[in-house]
């Protein structure tokens, strides 16, 4: 299995605080998480070496995902952080790494994943922010699945608050089946 080689990630001066010893920059992106005055930034993590120790069944190298909430001084502070929210390097089969990127928008921010062999699949994990428990809760998770051989007949699975409830960012585990 071929893992497309990482590219050095360019980590701000005022992020490097966050990036916790053994780990890289996977990605950082920035957006309004918040509906604030001032921009935020998501910065996601991985273990150096992950591509050797991570062990997809038995033992997943986890991803943190870390949410920096911008300042007026142009700082960050930390704001939360989950290590259940992006996928292990080796949890997208044959396709490789499956982490493919966040999408921030508005006090939304989504976390996408593509994977699989013969049988694709996508998986797009949405939190909003939640100004009363200044926290974002999970929002949507949806699915599509589709045969490498029949691209245009895709499944879609949505499911939404309606169906899990309200779930705090750092209690959502995306290893977990609900």
Same mark, same amino acid.
């Given at each position: 299995m071929a893992q497309t080689p990482k590219l050095p990630v360019n980590v701000p001066a005022n992020m490097k605080q966050f990036v916790t010893? +053994?780990?890289? &920059? @996977? =990605?950082?992106?920035? +957006? =309004? @998480?918040?509906?604030? !005055?001032?921009?935020? !930034?998501?910065? &996601? @993590?991985?273990?150096?070496? $992950? $591509?050797?120790?991570?062990? &997809?069944? =038995?033992?997943?190298e986890k991803r943190p995902l870390l949410i920096l909430l911008g300042q007026a001084n142009k700082t960050y502070k930390f704001a939360n952080r989950s290590d259940n929210a992006v996928y292990c390097v080796d949890c997208g089969g044959q396709m490789g790494d499956p982490f493919t990127g966040i999408t921030i928008k508005n006090g939304y921010f989504s976390v996408e994943h593509y994977g699989g062999s013969g049988q694709r699949w996508t998986r797009i994990i949405t939190f909003k922010y939640n100004p009363t428990a200044k926290n974002w809760l999970l929002h949507k998770d949806g699915h599509e699945y589709f045969r490498a051989t029949e691209p245009e007949k895709v499944e879609s699975k949505i499911e939404t608050v309606k169906n899990f409830g309200k779930v705090p960012f750092e209690k959502f585990n995306i290893y977990s089946e609900r």
């Open positions: 010893k +053994g780990y890289e &920059v @996977l =990605d950082i992106t920035k +957006g =309004d @998480l918040n509906r604030d !005055a001032y921009p935020d !930034a998501i910065m &996601v @993590l991985y273990k150096k070496g $992950e $591509e050797k120790t991570s062990n &997809v069944i =038995d033992n997943p």
